[in-house]
């Protein structure tokens, strides 16, 4: 078996791992927004929505790594390079959405930004 062939399988499987990662994240979501529903917890639908971004960025990371590696290591062509490159940035675009969507902050904003000190007391 040659090297392109293995890097071939190497990149589908990471790619299926990413599916994977979605597929399973989603449901596990759904199973633990479903069981806290049932509890009468409250704002379920936010936590939900979490879990099932975080799989979903997971899923798209290493759906990303597959992409490079087939491309750079199999055929590291101009065009094929071009087109992971409109790739990634598509992807990076969603993940940074989804950053957004989940936490409340761009990926590069600082966890402490106020939100979590106690207000001081006069």
Known sequence: MDFDKVIGYVGQ???AVGVIAIVLGGLLA?????S?????????YSQFRRLLG?????????????????TVATQPTLGNIAVLAGIVLIRTFLSFSLELEITGRWPWQSANRGEDREPSRP
């Open 36 to 44: 806290r529903q049932r509890r009468g917890e409250p704002d379920v």
């Open 30 to 34: 759904i199973v633990i927004a479903v």
């Open 13 to 15: 499987v990471v790619d």
């Open 54 to 70: 975080r799989s979903i960025l997971l899923g798209l990371e290493l759906l990303v790594a597959g992409d490079i590696i087939r």
